[in-house]
């Protein structure tokens, strides 16, 4: 089983639209979530972090279910600019380690079309 | 903004010889990684570094691999001899307590 899956998509859909990305991982010892946004050959930025309580930033709104070991992220009123490969990240800390690794999901690519 | 920086952003060579990458992390930051990203899947982790050593590396990273903080701004990835499916990108990252925040990559090409 891959440690943080998502559906690899793509996702076509047109300005405005609001469009879900789910992503389940299977190491209980993760400790903190995240998504990236990645651009065509370049860097992961993050997008935000996931908290169980649910958090939103603008049109953007993540939620993480520690039961279902299970990540989502609504994206609203989508914008061109939205088009990007969105990456599910998991960090796990083995104990005493602050930094941890973070483990990314394969991705799942937006194409926001006019 | 602070950044993350690397050099070179782009290093072809021959199967064989050795490269080093080069980073700088953002400058308050403790925690350094790279990881590295196949052409079309996904990122995965190689090496995180703290205080001087390695905290943890993944079964990637072999003893081909290694890293140094040769001073106080540097962080560097060497591969002694290099193979075929080495080609990727590598991203070098650093940390806080908290977010990594990665840097724009070096795209390596190994003929």
């Known amino acids: 089983r891959k440690e943080v899956e998502q559906d690899p998509g793509p996702f076509n859909v047109p300005e405005g639209a609001t469009v879900a990305f789910n992503c389940t991982y299977s190491?209980?010892?993760?400790?903190?979530f995240f998504w990236y946004r990645q651009d065509c050959r370049k860097e992961p930025k993050l997008l935000m972090s996931?908290?169980?309580s649910g958090n939103e930033d603008g049109r953007f709104t993540a939620q993480l279910n520690r039961a279902s070991q299970y990540i989502s992220l609504l994206i609203r009123d989508s914008k061109l600019s939205d088009s990007a490969t969105y990456l599910c990240?998991?960090?796990?800390?083995?104990?005493?380690?602050?930094?941890?690794?973070?483990?990314f999901g394969q991705g799942t690519e937006l194409s926001v079309k006019p | 903004e602070p950044e993350v920086t690397q050099t070179p952003s782009h290093q072809v060579t021959q199967m064989g010889q050795e490269v080093i990458l080069r980073c700088v992390p953002i400058?308050?930051?403790?925690?350094f990684y790279w990881y590295r990203q196949i052409l079309g899947q996904k990122v995965e982790f190689l090496v995180s570094f703290y205080n001087n050593e390695i905290s943890e590396k993944s079964e990637i990273f072999d003893d081909q691999f290694s890293v140094e903080r040769p001073d106080g701004s540097n962080f560097t990835l060497k591969i002694r001899s290099t193979k075929l499916e080495d080609s990727a990108m590598y991203f070098c990252?650093?940390?806080?307590?908290?977010?990594?925040?990665f840097g724009p990559g070096t795209r390596l090409l190994v003929l």
């Open positions: 996931v908290y169980s």
């Open positions: 190491n209980s010892a993760s400790q903190s």
């Open positions: 990252a650093s940390s806080g307590r908290g977010i990594q925040y």
């Open positions: 400058s308050n930051h403790l925690y």
């Open positions: 990240v998991v960090n796990i800390r083995p104990v005493g380690n602050q930094g941890g690794k973070l483990i």
